[in-house]
């Protein structure tokens, strides 16, 4: 549903074109700093604009509603709220026919009965993703600055310079996909649940709650299939559990072994993309041609690094939560 996390539990709603989107975020520990200034570097580093990402611009200022009290944590639920004000509802009531081909529209009117928000793709929106970043601000204080998360683009389009790929798709006027990677250093070791609730479970798990996110692989991940034992192992070089190499991704046996963890995850081309496509017009009950109009990101990778960086602080503060390594009062 729309909630994740044991302690440190997430729940987003709203719509792309509602009043607002926002986060309800419990489990937080009290006495944490915390304005509305904080959030502002990663909500900037969401927001589109630049080349190759959606030209709607949004203030995207975070309102703190609940659970903050003189600057501080209180311990009790907190939530966030942000305005949706650029709003252009029209583009997409003409599209109601057309459910495009990759996006929500179509699964969406059958799963709700036609009862949907469709506007600007309603719940499924990539503006939702606001919510996460929002957490994420949050969660990266309990992780303390000790330990760092960081995402990156690896690759545009099939390029590993970001700049050609996006050349190469604003040339092609068709909307092209990415891949990012994420690193954390810092970790303690053990953190992670034998079975179900290993590392990777944890973070796929949340990777995937990130609209557009189609792969995920940790360490060599699909290159270990081609490896040989000797070769992927990693040898352990001091009591500290170093390894000399990291084709584990700082994971094994779904618990963190206080190496890098690395992961890195698939973005798929926009799916409203600038190019005529067929899809079915429900009116008419004919697969038609149809070309999307309005305001989209031409490369969502573009727009994931900290989207993936929140998630992952999500996942392992809840993780940190449980192992009690965090305490539940934050003093200084
Ligand atoms: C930050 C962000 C921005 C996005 N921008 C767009 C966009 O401009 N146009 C679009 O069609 N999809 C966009 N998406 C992707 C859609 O929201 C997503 O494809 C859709 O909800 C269907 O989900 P799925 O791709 O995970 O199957 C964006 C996703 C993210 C994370
Ligand atoms: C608004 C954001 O991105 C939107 C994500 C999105 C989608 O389909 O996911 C489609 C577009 O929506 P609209 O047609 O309303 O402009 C993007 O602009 C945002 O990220 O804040």
Redesign the pocket.
């Known amino acids: 549903m729309n909630s994740f996390g044991r302690i440190f539990r997430v729940n987003v709603f709203g719509e792309s074109h509602g009043e607002s989107v926002g986060v309800n975020i419990d489990g937080i520990p009290a006495g944490i700093p915390l304005e509305q200034e904080d959030f502002l570097p990663d909500l900037e580093r969401?927001k589109?604009g630049a080349r190759g990402t959606?030209p709607r611009k949004e203030e995207d200022l975070p309102f703190l509603k609940s659970g903050v009290f003189n600057n501080r944590t209180t311990g009790a639920p907190v939530t966030i709220l942000f305005e949706n004000n650029n709003t252009r509802s029209a583009d997409y009531a003409k599209l109601r026919e057309f459910p495009?081909p990759?996006?929500?529209d179509f699964v969406a009117a059958k799963k709700f009965g036609g009862f949907e928000d469709y506007r600007g793709?309603g719940h499924?929106?990539?503006?939702l993703?606001l919510n996460l970043v929002a957490a994420g601000v949050i969660a990266k204080k309990i992780l303390g600055d000790n330990i760092q998360v960081n995402a990156v683009i690896k690759e545009v389009g099939g390029y590993a310079d970001a700049e050609e790929g996006l050349e190469e798709a604003i040339k092609a006027k068709d909307s092209v996909g990415g891949i990012v990677e994420c690193t954390v250093d810092g970790l303690p070791i053990g953190l992670g649940e034998p079975f179900f609730d290993s590392v990777e479970s944890a973070l796929a798990h949340a990777a995937?709650a990130?609209?557009?996110?189609?792969g995920i692989e940790f360490g060599a991940g699909f290159a270990a299939a081609k490896m040989k034992g000797l070769e992927h192992n990693d040898p352990i070089v001091d009591a500290s559990g170093k390894t000399a190499t990291n084709h584990a991704g700082g994971v094994v046996g779904g618990i963190t072994n206080g190496n890098r963890l690395v992961f890195r995850v698939a973005?798929?081309p926009?799916?409203?993309t600038p190019k005529e496509q067929q899809t079915l017009n429900i009116a008419s009950g004919q697969v038609e041609t149809f070309s999307?109009k309005g305001?989209?990101?031409l490369c969502?990778a573009l727009?994931?690094p900290v989207?993936l960086e929140a998630v992952t602080a999500m996942v392992l503060a809840d993780f940190m939560l449980l192992e009690m390594r965090v305490p539940r009062v934050f003093a200084q």
């Open positions: 969401r589109g959606t495009r990759g996006h929500a793709g499924f929106s990539g503006r993703t995937f990130i609209p557009a996110i189609k973005v798929k926009t799916s409203s999307v305001r989209h990101d969502i727009r994931v989207v």
